[in-house]
């Protein structure tokens, strides 16, 4: 089923985008392709189970014996689980089946989602609305458009019921996104009973998908309503029960248009759902403002406010962007769901503007920021992902710990990791009008009607990537596209043997030819264990470096020093050399540095007082050496627990 | 009234304290003269305005008319503000105000305070209670102790009355005080109906103030109770209403025994008010277990958890103390309370040991972290006090911003900085058996039995303290002890002229002799503005230099900068002569430090990715030169608003 309509975001063919996802995307072996088994034959199988257990799956069927016994439940009554977004976990869980489905076929995981499809099915209102927690007599619908989360639940729902008839050809899931979307389109606009939006977007992605699936001119158009809409301050909390605290309007990014911001502001996956929505719009409209709108923000984002893992979203407090520059490594917030929203944002902007930038961030974001909220074993996961844990860390009750944790009381992150994960091969491949590109390297098969190759690569551990067309039938000269990564200072491209001129064009390195099967274009990507450094105005980690290699970002976890020593302790010396050894046996297999540290000054416990002239500065007296050993941050916290650190002060500098 | 009993915290005949408060203590002119007459003439006497115009006093009238009305009122209707601690923000006014009176009769204010001390009389249930949320209907009294406060606002109204008998002789307010004192030892205690703690400390110092006052051993028995009682894990939020986050059995330090504790942790204000009365109960015990907790736990604090100008408290989530060496300057919570509330520890340590450390702390947070919080108006305030302000801050809504704020939704800071800046006479001098120690220094007459001395001194502008004996009654010996700040590197010391011997003995400076009026001791400490580095491991200010001068902590406002330049876009070389400036015309008259920093390399906007490999890090270039301004940290945010920095990056350290 790896047709063009078998993945996620799929421009319409009256659509300006340059790029289109490649219509053949398929993984085949190698380090995408274990997290996605595990995907597959854990979290996914595991995931109605879930899902049963947090009442979720009870919601449908308490609003389906509503529907069909005309006594009311009381009011509260029958609703399971404490946030009124409970059904979008199950719709992401689903939208994730259906996108395995397509790649896979596994008859246990179809009959899961069959019988979750029926369970919706049988809980819709005959008008078309579905929301079990207003259903279950949570309020009166449509009155809470600040904390309700009826558009945003719809907005899963619908690209849950895209997933399906893609993977699927089956209507029966799509009857009842068209009926919601059309119950919704009933209420929502100008001069209707509400003209707002939703307090969490989300409707918006989802919208355009339903109008590229139906062809319905409709959904694009209320898109686009709420995408206009939002900024002119309609939403207020104040108008919503059991809310006192008034986040303000940038939380919910109601404080100015879109095409007006000039920074990414205010809670994080808000944000990047919002803007992923505003791209496909600009894709299916070639609205130029609203482009250039876009790429200001990204890059706002990208050069103020991302960490080195790609993560985003600082603040702990409103789980918000924060300031420009604020990016701390120990209370970073860094939600799982946002470095997701990042990825679904950057790869629209990828296909948007053929830019190999976005693909850029999208590779970081996924081996680093956002894998780390996916446990090594598939059962377990991160709310939040922070940069840097100490040895006895003061955490919050709750899903927000630095804990592994078998599923959340607000369980947004783990079904959305495997609906990445599951969609995942869809975000690497693009054809265009010259040919094919690659934006991301994993063993597998890649390709449009024109040009399919075969990649080979033990990415990220090793440099090489093999590409061996498959497939060429038209006679024409055709490019292919590697994304050169920002990161790889030194590479080398030959094809079919033969050395070539190299030079990348704005990230792309592009060979153009009649290719014919057989042909082979080698790729290798130098990949040496660096120091890198923080910009200079990120006050949080200045003075120190962090170990990269390729795209990993790599991390120091207690249980791997001498000792148990605590990483807090250490500092780098700057021209210290980087070793890599492999250890198959480790994480699962991974390739680990390791590097020589020192010690840095303990605490002295019997000072009156800590902060010293100037003056009276310890000397840069040599301190005792250490080997120290990093392994990739996207594996940290899969061990016993302790101290983490990606940032390490370099000695001399502090 | 300056007599022995006209202040806060006094040790009882029994207690094992060195030192006891100094029986006479006038602040007479300069530094805080000042403060404390905008104090008593615009923030006290507005007080009782704003607890109108906040519902508090409204709040004791109501349940005044409930009691003489046999009519129930309807459950909830009849209490004004948010909060369960409203009756707290009176009882701190009045306590400040009848601090203020024992130093000064002011007709006006005195008016106001038996108006006030009517409404609580007034208010008092026939068996003693008093809590108008629950008298009001909020819910059933004494059910709710880990959020309900009665206790916490009981302890404010013991230390209130305690003020109002110590400053007018009147037992009116105090004969309340002992009913409640009394209806609380009835209902809590071992075998009694409530075997528990309050969730928020604070009523243990106020119960041994009472016993102090009134003699009564109970009452001393109860404090300890509560002080033996916590830790052990009786108090659950879950058995209180409308609070489903649960913030864990560390935030009220309710997980481990004070003696058993190795760190401040949890909710800022509640562990220090929580130690404060621990160091009280040492005192009149002489339990030496308890005091070597105080000590460990003190140190833990000083050495990993406070911030340079004295504030602790680094963590909006929750208030907390956060985790050892989490210091961030930008989201630095630093509430005013919880410097204040270190005061109130530190000072009772200072009496508990006779050591100078203690009173080092007090200094330094009487003069940055806690005064930060008093706008130069008396009539505006900050409840956190950041040391870090971007120029374009995303803050959230309510109390916490870094603005000055005419009133609080929570009003706990304004009243409290009251009462302190009340009370502050009493927090600079003590006596002991061999004479008399000066631990602040300020303008004013400072004594006991058979040592009274004159200060003139331009502290903390100037480092000349000059000392003239007023009364000298024995013929014996006696021994004035001058604390060496820690701050210090360099001060002689003359008497009658002659310059002597000066080596502090643990931070006291002491000359023995058989003193006689006239004599005059001089101290001088040199007081050149100097630059700070913070401890190795804190990670915030890592490559950061503060500038200091005396007590004084400096920062950098944006206002003070040539065209107005972010203080962001700035680092210091670490050689750059600190001008000093006298600007009496500028905030109230302050000293300036004037440095020549340098420009830091702008953000790239045009960089797809804003980290680079330390390898192709910027080279050292000089860039351009920039003349600073920084002013004294306490004066920050009373001008036009804009970014702010204490520490700022050492050029060529990044």
């Not at 719809?154 to 996104?177: F, K, N, Y």
């Not at 200079?536 to 120190?544: E, K, T």
């Not at 899969?638 to 500098?653: K, T, Y």
Request: glycine share 8%; net charge negative; with cysteine.
């Amino acid at each position: 089923m790896n047709t063009t309509r078998s993945g996620p975001v799929r421009p319409s063919r009256r659509a300006v985008s340059p790029l289109r996802p490649a219509s053949v995307a398929r993984v085949e072996d190698g380090f995408w392709a274990e997290r996605r088994r595990i995907n597959a034959h854990i979290s996914l199988a595991e995931g109605t189970a879930r899902l049963e257990q947090a009442g979720n799956l009870a919601n449908f069927r308490a609003a389906a014996a509503l529907r069909t016994h005309s006594a009311a439940v009381a009011s509260g009554t029958g609703f399971s689980g404490d946030f009124q977004f409970q059904d979008s976990d199950v719709y992401k869980w689903l939208e994730a089946a259906c996108w395995q489905l397509a790649d896979t076929p596994d008859e246990a995981l179809a009959a899961d989602v069959e019988a979750v499809v029926e369970l919706i099915v049988a809980a819709q209102r005959e008008d078309g609305y579905l929301h079990t927690y207003y259903q279950l007599g949570g309020g009166i619908p449509w009155t809470e458009p600040g904390w309700g989360h009826e558009l945003y639940c719809a907005g899963h729902l619908i690209q849950a019921a895209v997933a399906h008839h893609r993977a699927t050809g089956s209507d029966r899931l799509l009857d009842v996104a068209r009926r919601l979307a059309d119950h919704i389109d009933s209420v929502f606009g100008t001069g209707k009973q509400m003209d707002t939006v939703c307090g969490h977007p989300g409707v918006e992605t989802a919208l355009v998908e339903l109008h590229r699936t139906t062809d319905e001119k409709r959904y694009l158009d209320l898109a686009r309503y709420f995408l206009e809409r939002r900024g002119h301050g309609t939403l207020s909390s104040g108008a919503d029960r059991g809310h006192d605290r008034d986040p303000g309007p940038e939380y919910w990014q109601d404080h100015t248009p879109i095409r007006a911001a000039d920074e990414v502001t205010g809670h994080a996956v808000r944000q990047l759902y919002l803007l992923a929505g505003a791209a496909d719009l600009a894709a299916e409209t070639g609205d130029t403002e609203l482009r250039t709108a876009l790429e200001r923000l990204w890059r706002d984002m990208v050069t103020t406010k991302t960490y080195l893992t790609g993560a985003v979203g600082s603040r702990h407090d409103w789980e918000a962007f924060g300031d420009a520059h604020e990016l701390p490594a120990d209370r970073a917030y860094a939600e799982t769901c946002a470095a997701i929203a990042s990825v679904h944002f950057s790869w629209r902007m990828a296909l948007l503007t053929g830019e190999a930038r976005y693909s850029d961030l999208v590779e970081r974001t996924l081996f680093n920021g956002f894998l780390a909220g996916a446990g090594l074993d598939g059962r377990t996961w991160l709310y939040v992902n922070p940069l840097h844990l100490r040895a006895h860390p003061h955490e919050r009750p709750g899903d927000q710990t630095a804990h592994r944790t078998p599923w959340f009381r607000c369980a947004c992150c783990p079904p959305n990791v495997m609906r990445l994960l599951a969609g995942l091969p869809h975000y690497m491949a693009t054809t265009d009008d010259s040919g094919l590109r690659l934006h991301q390297y994993a063993t597998g098969v890649f390709g449009g009607d024109d040009l399919t190759v075969r990649v080979v690569t033990e990415y990220p551990w090793d440099g090489t990537v093999t590409v061996t067309v498959e497939d060429a039938p038209t006679a024409l000269p055709r490019t292919l596209s590697l994304r050169l990564p920002t990161w790889c200072a030194d590479h080398t491209l030959t094809v079919n043997g033969a050395a070539v001129e190299s030079g990348a064009e704005s990230g792309w390195l592009r060979i153009t030819r009649e290719f014919a099967p057989g042909d082979t274009v080698r790729l290798d990507l130098a990949m040496p264990a660096r120091l890198t450094l923080p910009p200079p105005r990120v006050d949080a980690v200045r003075g120190c470096a962090a170990i990269e290699r390729g795209p990993l970002v790599y991390c120091l976890e207690q249980t791997d020093q001498p000792s148990r020593l605590d990483p807090d302790a250490v500092a780098l010396a700057p021209d210290a050399p980087l070793t890599v050894r492999s250890r198959p046996e480790l994480l699962g297999g991974v390739r680990t540095v390791s590097v020589s540290g020192s010690l840095l000054p303990a605490d002295d416990a019997s000072a009156d007082w800590p902060y010293l002239p100037l003056a009276s500065a310890a000397s840069g007296e040599p301190r005792e050496s250490v080997e120290l050993t990093a392994v990739p941050y996207y594996t940290w916290a899969n061990r016993e627990s302790g101290a983490m650190r990606v940032w390490l002060p370099l000695a001399g500098r502090g």
